[in-house]
């Protein structure tokens, strides 16, 4: 779901860091969704056929090109971009076989450089978010759509294909936020349904 990481999709194809392409290199069946038409034409011009425009939130209605389960949903960097994350939670439970898993992904409200730069007057942020979240408050969030978290932790921003002083310095910051991973620039969580977590 996101497969296209729009308006990013030209620039992580031709660094070969688009993660559709990665996951498409370990799947024996991989489907994509995304409400971006352009980037979704890029994606097709790749290779990737099995593409769709399908809003997130309307995940759980029948389509014809997707399968009726799947043995894992992946949620990467999607629910900071909507307005009702529950019904997309809700979408993906719904398209999980009994035992899968949803794998999600999102922005850490807590991000220390996020932090250090509102201090300092400049929030960052994308155009596009409409939400932030927590540790915590995705715990509850998975709670309140039917699911149980199998794992949560922060995680970090790739930076092998930077330059040398950026390395560098995202060493530096990896080597922090391993200490405190709350204040890690994301979130990965591993959840199931609550009956499969029985």
Known sequence: VGCTNFPNTAAKIASRTLLHA???????VLHGIDIDEPGLELLRQAGHTAVFRI???R???PHPALLPAYDVVLLADVIEHVEDPGDVLLGARSRLRPGGELVLSTVNAFYFYGMLRVMLGAEVSHPEH????????LRELFARTGFTVRELRGVYEP?????PPVRALKRIESAILALFPGISAGILSVAVPDEAAA
């Open 22 to 28: 990665q996951v498409a290199s370990v799947a024996s």
């Open 55 to 57: 809003d997130a939130k």
């Open 59 to 61: 995940l759980a209605e």
């Open 130 to 137: 409409v939400a932030s979240y927590t540790q915590s408050n």
């Open 159 to 163: 930076f092998e294909h930077r330059g």
